[in-house]
């Protein structure tokens, strides 16, 4: 059974703070993904990556940075959080590489607030 | 222009009732096509991706029409425990995947 975990399920930050948000997959999927989750507008993409330190920019990158160091791992940085990044954040994983399978599954998210 | 367009509803249903939810997508190039299912505050799960020829599992069927970019679903006896936010969800060429924003469906018993 795939298992994709985040590092919190809530958190509260300031404006201005450097936030970290981490996740982790244990079926070794080549690819990863941050999406953030707003009432209206669903699920956007915000960075992927589909091996270790790749990545490549989705819909709405600014604001964050990620790293891929390890293959099971890949955080998404807030360099310097705003208010309007309050939002749930999700990442998923799929396995991608030579079988191409695009199923995507997802950590239960991280629900972050930034006052 | 939405990369991928629903219908938010909320749809709301007997139980047993039949209900059918459509989607739009907007690149005629995209190759694969899903329905998750979102219950309240819980993460994405996969229902079931759609085939070219239509596909079923159980009470749910799933339709894709290339020609009109619509993708559709449709869950026949609806149950209680069918209530949840139901996505859809297209992948271009490459890894990026696009969700609608979802259609509410609550069955009433």
């Known amino acids: 059974d795939v298992k994709v975990t985040q590092s919190s399920r809530y958190l509260v930050k300031r404006t201005g703070e450097k936030v970290f948000l981490e996740c982790v997959q244990d079926m070794d999927h080549e690819n990863m993904f941050w999406y953030r989750q707003d009432p209206g507008l669903g699920l956007r993409l915000i960075y992927f990556s589909y091996d270790v330190k790749m990545k490549e920019k989705g819909d709405i990158p600014e604001g964050y940075s990620v790293s891929r160091e390890k293959k099971e791992r890949f955080s998404l940085i807030l360099e310097s959080a705003s208010t309007n990044q309050t939002s749930m954040y999700l990442c998923a994983s799929s396995p991608g590489g030579r079988e191409n399978t695009d199923t995507q599954y997802f950590g239960p998210g991280t629900r972050l607030t930034v006052l | 222009r939405k990369e991928v367009e629903q219908d938010p509803g909320p749809f709301n249903v007997p139980e047993g009732a039949t209900v059918a939810f459509n989607c739009t997508y907007s690149n005629s190039a995209s190759q694969s096509f899903f329905w998750y299912r979102q219950d309240c505050r819980k993460e994405p799960k996969l229902l079931m991706s759609?085939?070219?020829s239509g596909n079923e599992d159980g009470r749910f069927t799933a339709q894709l029409n290339r020609a009109s970019q619509y993708i559709s679903l449709l869950i026949r006896d609806s149950k209680l425990s069918d209530s949840a936010t139901y996505l859809c969800?297209?992948?271009?060429?490459?890894?990026?995947?696009?969700f609608g924003t979802g259609t509410s469906l609550t069955v009433i018993p």
């Open positions: 969800v297209v992948r271009h060429t490459g890894n990026q995947f696009y």
């Open positions: 759609v085939y070219s």
